[in-house]
């Protein structure tokens, strides 16, 4: 059998630029790109989805990934790899927003604690909905969903053909946009509660002054933020649900101009 330089160039490319797109976005999704999971380990995935949907890929064009189109083409996959995971991303960090906005209400906006998956402090009420929120994703399968969108997005964004245009990155950032007002939806509850007692506490404050408001008003805040969260957890799975659509209706957009 006789291989021609063309043909070693089609097989190289159609290996490494799904693995580019891949790897990209298995380094910044959630879960897959946590620090607890070792560099090593992301790499053997990434090695093997491309192996699993190589088979499912459409024709990758004969173009030399060394040369300056090559190195354009794997600037590409490594973007749309980003923008995939990135939009995915958001919705932890919504959570977080969320768990920082009830933190401060309650009067726990000093607590932080590290984040094992991204390595940063974050509020305790904030890793709470983070835990969470992590548990209800891998009960919803959105790992797998997570997977399939992005094998998709071999169809909607060719190899080579396409990239991501104007159109695309208008659709991550309103995405990114809708962050602070899914936090809010999701904070509300602890937000409002806590507002109508600190409001009945000025009431008390101006009717009986020589009552020592801070004092008494720091743990009855703190302990009914907490029994707010506990009840408000129930709520929290069809949020999550909308945070998961939102952000795959998201990434289903890119390539098709936000249509």
């Known amino acids: 059998m006789l291989f021609t330089s063309a043909d070693i160039t089609t097989w190289i490319?159609?290996?490494?630029?799904?693995?580019?797109?891949?790897?990209?976005?298995?380094a910044i999704a959630p879960i897959f790109g946590a620090r607890m999971v070792q560099k090593r380990t992301r790499l053997v995935m990434a090695l093997l989805l491309t192996w699993i949907v190589l088979p499912l890929l459409?024709?990758?064009?004969?173009?030399?990934?060394?040369?300056?189109?090559?190195?354009?083409?794997?600037?590409?996959?490594?973007?749309?790899?980003?923008?995939i995971g990135f939009s995915l991303q958001l919705i932890f960090a919504t959570?977080?927003?969320?768990?920082?906005?009830?933190?401060?209400?309650?009067?726990?906006?000093?607590?932080?604690?590290?984040?094992?998956?991204?390595?940063v402090n974050v509020p305790?009420?904030?890793?709470?909905?983070?835990?969470?929120?992590?548990?209800l994703?891998?009960?919803?399968?959105?790992?797998?969903?997570l997977i399939h969108v992005l094998v998709d997005s071999f169809q909607t964004l060719p190899i080579g053909?396409?990239?991501?245009?104007?159109?695309?990155?208008?659709?991550?950032?309103?995405?990114g946009s809708r962050m602070f007002a899914n936090a809010l939806m999701v904070a509300i509850p602890a937000i409002a509660s806590i507002l109508?007692?600190?409001?009945?506490?000025?009431?008390?404050?101006?009717?009986?002054?020589?009552?020592?408001?801070?004092?008494?008003?720091?743990?009855?805040t703190l302990t009914l933020g907490f029994v707010i969260?506990?009840?408000?957890?129930?709520?929290?799975?069809?949020?999550?649900?909308?945070?998961?659509?939102?952000?795959l209706d998201s990434v289903s957009l890119l390539g098709k101009g936000g249509q």
């Open 124 to 135: 305790v009420i904030g890793q709470y909905y983070v835990v969470i929120a992590t548990l």
């Open 196 to 220: 109508l007692v600190n409001l009945s506490f000025g009431v008390v404050s101006r009717s009986a002054p020589q009552l020592n408001v801070f004092g008494v008003g720091f743990p009855v």
């Open 137 to 145: 994703f891998l009960a919803l399968n959105g790992h797998l969903a």
């Open 58 to 83: 459409p024709q990758v064009p004969a173009i030399d990934p060394l040369s300056v189109a090559g190195v354009l083409v794997t600037v590409q996959q490594l973007v749309i790899g980003l923008a």
């Open 13 to 26: 490319g159609s290996l490494v630029w799904p693995f580019t797109r891949i790897a990209a976005m298995l």
């Open 95 to 119: 959570l977080v927003i969320a768990g920082q906005a009830t933190a401060m209400g309650m009067g726990l906006g000093f607590a932080q604690m590290v984040d094992p998956q991204n390595g």
């Open 229 to 247: 969260i506990i009840f408000a957890v129930a709520n929290l799975l069809p949020q999550m649900q909308h945070l998961i659509h939102g952000a």
């Open 161 to 175: 053909v396409e990239s991501l245009g104007r159109e695309d990155f208008r659709t991550i950032a309103y995405w």
